[in-house]
């Protein structure tokens, strides 16, 4: 099993900046994708960000230029850099791992998930 556990969550201002931490243990491995996802009220989870082993990336158009995932592999964590947040920023989000290779965007991929952190973003 995997555990992983969202830091960083808060109220921000519209154009502020937040980043999110996940905490992974258990029985990572570095070689497994990362994902952040979220999930407004009333709409279904979307993907945000995706990371594969070697650091390539994936963007939700949405967030392109705003958001930059990252990960350390030596700490088991990976990061949300959120920038020039909206208030449509507005949602739960939550991490995920992927064994996979690619940094897969499809959410049916990710089978541990981390229980979310609120980020809301007033006008």
């Known amino acids: 099993q995997v555990q992983l556990v969202e830091s960083g969550g808060g109220l921000v201002q519209a154009g502020g900046s937040l980043r999110l931490s996940c905490a992974a243990s258990?029985?990572?491995?570095?070689?497994?994708?990362m994902g952040w996802f979220r999930q407004a009220p009333g709409k279904e989870r979307e993907p945000v960000a995706a990371?594969?082993?070697?650091?390539?990336?994936n963007y939700a158009d949405s967030v392109k230029g705003r958001f930059t995932i990252s990960r350390d592999n030596a700490k088991s964590t990976v990061y949300l850099q959120m920038n020039s947040l909206k208030p449509e920023d507005t949602a739960v989000y939550y991490c995920?791992?992927?064994?996979?290779?690619?940094?897969?965007?499809?959410?049916?991929?990710?089978?541990?998930w981390g229980q979310g952190t609120q980020v809301t973003v007033s006008s």
């Open positions: 990371i594969n082993w070697n650091s390539s990336t």
């Open positions: 258990g029985r990572t491995s570095s070689s497994d994708s």
């Open positions: 995920a791992a992927a064994r996979s290779f690619i940094a897969t965007m499809d959410l049916q991929r990710y089978a541990y």
